[in-house]
Each structure stands twice: as C-alpha cells, then as structure tokens.
C-alpha cells in the first residue's frame, strides 16, 4: 500500500486520534447489526497492545450538526466495551478544553469514545478549525473509517492536514486490499453478481467490472430495465426507461468483451406491496418468457433463475456480490437474495467478497456472514471505490 499505515507507527505511549465508521443501524437503543463495530476491533486492540491510546472519532446518523440524544454514541460504547472485554471511556464531546481534558487523563492503553462529530456543523463541510480541534484529542491520527472514506470531512480529510502522522488502521487496509487488489487481479472464473434498486446506482461499476470479470449475474429491480433494452415487458415493476440505451450498450460491451451476461430467466411477481408493513398481496410468477403482466411487480429473481447462477458461482474462484437479488428486506421476496447468499457461502475454492450495503444485511440475515471471505463495512464507499474513484479519507493520508 502507498500510503503509511499503522505498522508504520511507533504507538508507545501515544495518543492516537483514531476515526472509526460507528455508524450502526439502531432500533432505539438497541444495535441491530454490528458488522461496522467488529470490523474496528483489529485496529484498537492493535493500539492498545503497542501500549497507545485510542482515542476514538466516529459519526452516527444524520443529527445535521446539532445536538441530538437518538444519535448519541453512548450505547456504541457500551457494546464496544462488551466486544473489546475492556472499558471504553465515553466522552460526551468531541472537540474543546473539556473533551482535552478528559483525553489527556487517560492512561496507556485505554480505549475512549467521543461523542458524534456530526454533531458540530463543521464536520460535513471539512471546516479547518473543527478539524484543528479535533487534531489536539492527541498525538497520531488513524483512519479506519472506510465506510466514511468517500466523503471529505473535518474528522476524515481535515484532520490528516493537522496531525502527523497520519496513516491507515488495519480494517482500511483489508478493505483495500478485498475491494481493489483481489478484484484487480482476480483469479478466474470471477463471478460478479449485481443487484438493487437502480441501473443509474450501477453502471459505472458494471462498465467497470466489464473489464475484469468473467461472468456477470444480474438481479435486483436493475434487471427490469435490462428486460425492457431486450423488449419484455415488466408491468409495474421498479426500473427506469430513462436507461434503457445505457442498459443496452453494457449488453453490447459484454457481447464484446466475450464477458457471459446473464439476466433472470424468471421472476416472483406481486399484485400488490406494502413495504410499511412487509406485506404483499398475491404471489406469481413472470412467464416462459421472463415477461411480467401489468399490474403485477418483480420482487425477487425466481427459481430457476437462482438455480442457474447458483450453478455459474458453484465454479467460480473470486466473486464479488454487490446489491440484492430482491426486496429481501420483505419475507416473501427475500428467497432468492438468500439462495444466492448460500450459493455464495458454499463454495469454499473462492475467494468470495460481499461487497457492501444491503447484500452485507442479506448475506448476514440468510446467516451466511460468517462463510464468506470477506464483509465490506461500506455502502456508498464500496461502490465508489469499485468504480475507481478515489477515496479522500485515504488520499489524506500520508504516503509511505
Ligand atoms: P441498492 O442500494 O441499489 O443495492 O438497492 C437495495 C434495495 O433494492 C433494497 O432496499 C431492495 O429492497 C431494493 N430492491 C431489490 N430488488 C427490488 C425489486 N425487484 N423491486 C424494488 N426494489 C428492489
């Protein structure tokens, strides 16, 4: 890696300002998935047995830069002492004399958390003095936020300017070693399985992913307006005439690039969906030919449709899975995000890569998490990278 990283560091005895991504789904003050909270651990108890501080930074939610008690990060810290088998000093503030204060008593060793730095206004806009402020919690700075990575903040991009040295914690490294060095030189046959709501989402990834991948598996709402490029109908399901072309040139790219392309040869369709209450009407599916009425709704890919990418990720050596196969969130539609999780998970020859957002809730909610090679902690951050961009929270650090 370029960039300085940890091992980098003498901790010794240091104060390490460390941004972690906290932000974890809550049901009041209940945490409902953890993935973000486990993927940290390396790195603080990597600080914490070369006798630092961790002094840690993180955001939870969308307060919009104003205090509010539903986005505290007091009940993270009760669960992170939980999972790290130590205590973890909440402080609840993390800029100014008190929060110093309260930093510069700590003794070696010790793991703090502040409180959400969404809650000054700076954060978002990489105001300067916010990020000098948050530069004197101490004597290093560590990023290890990487689903925070794609956004230029005071904690994540400003901060790198103050302190020194600046450098990658351990989860940012797999991160960027899973999303960008396994998929770059992936080994063959590398299956790519693509799904969610949008085209417009995916197509930079899918163009990209064109260049690398030899099979590409399309579900979620995505393949709808890959129906229409080819001329089915799809009744009222979710997808956007808008992109049929673009849908179009990426099945001509494929067609070029020798890359095999396949589209759900059937669906589960609805006659009607309540997504406030997880409940739907009639249950069908689309025809022989993969076309679906008017009136009825794609919801999942069908059986014969997981069967048959089942059987491409059976012989695959490196996948990467990005978006859900349906509206798994909902009961009904959730089998074939599960099916093909488990397809995922059984193969045991491949490197297999979840790569963020709802396919880490699908693939932990089938209860495969654990039969994978490796969980993305980011959503938005994922994606950006597999697109290729960069990512401001890594180009801030410094070079090695
Ligand atoms: P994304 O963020 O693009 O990965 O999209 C994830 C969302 O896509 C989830 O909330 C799914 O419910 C939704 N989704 C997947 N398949 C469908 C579908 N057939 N119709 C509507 N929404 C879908």
Redesign the pocket.
């Known amino acids: 890696m370029a960039k300085k990283t940890i091992q980098d560091l003498d901790l010794k005895g240091k104060r390490a300002v460390f941004r972690v991504d906290f932000n974890v789904p809550l049901r009041g003050d209940e945490i409902t998935d953890k993935t973000r909270i486990l993927g940290a651990l390396p790195t603080i108890r990597y600080v914490v047995e070369q006798g630092g501080t961790a002094i840690l930074l993180s955001h939870l939610g969308r307060p919009k830069g104003e205090v509010n008690a539903k986005y505290s990060l007091a009940p993270v810290a009760k669960v992170l002492a939980d999972e790290l088998g130590q205590p973890v000093f909440f402080v609840p503030e993390s800029r100014g004399p008190a929060a110093e204060k309260a930093v510069s008593e700590l003794s070696p060793g010790s793991v703090a958390l502040m409180e959400n730095v969404r809650f000054h206004v700076g954060e978002e806009k990489n105001d300067l003095d916010l990020a000098q402020d948050f530069s004197k919690l101490g004597d290093v700075f560590i990023n290890d936020a990487f689903g925070t990575a794609h956004r230029a903040h005071a904690s994540t991009v400003g901060i790198a300017q103050f302190l020194k040295p600046a450098v990658a914690g351990l989860l940012i490294q797999r991160e960027l070693e899973y999303l960008g060095d396994k998929t770059e030189n992936a080994e063959s046959p590398f299956v790519v399985i693509l ?4 085209v417009s ?2 197509i930079t990834v899918i163009d990209r992913l064109l260049d690398k991948a030899d099979t590409i598996l399309i ?4 393949a ?1 307006t890959f129906a229409l490029a080819l001329g089915k109908t799809v009744g009222d ?2 997808s956007e005439p808008a992109f049929i072309d673009t849908a179009k040139a990426a099945l001509k790219k494929a067609k070029e690039k020798g890359v095999k392309f396949l589209l759900p040869v059937d669906n589960v369709t609805v006659d009607s969906l309540d997504f406030d209450n997880m409940s739907v009407g009639n249950i069908g599916v689309s025809d022989v030919e993969g076309n679906i009425r008017d009136g009825w ?4 890919i069908g059986p014969q449709t997981v069967a048959l990418y089942a059987g491409e990720l059976a012989n695959a050596k490196t996948i990467l899975m ?8 909902i009961e009904a ?1 959730s089998k074939g995000s599960f099916a093909i999780a488990e397809a995922v998970a059984k193969n045991k020859e491949a490197i297999s890569i979840i790569g963020g ?3 880490v809730k699908a693939v932990n909610q089938a209860g495969f998490g654990g039969d994978v090679s490796f969980i993305s902690t980011g ?1 938005g951050a994922s994606l950006e990278f597999l697109e290729g961009k960069a990512l401001p929270g890594v180009e801030a650090l410094d070079e090695k």
């Not at 799904?195 to 949008?198: D, E, R, S, Y």
């Not at 709704?297 to 999942?300: A, R």
């Open positions: 799904g969610g709501a949008k989402d995916k579900g979620g709402a995505m709808y399901s979710l709704e794609g919801v999942d990005n978006g859900p196969m349906g509206i798994f969130e539609c957002g709802d396919s959503g």
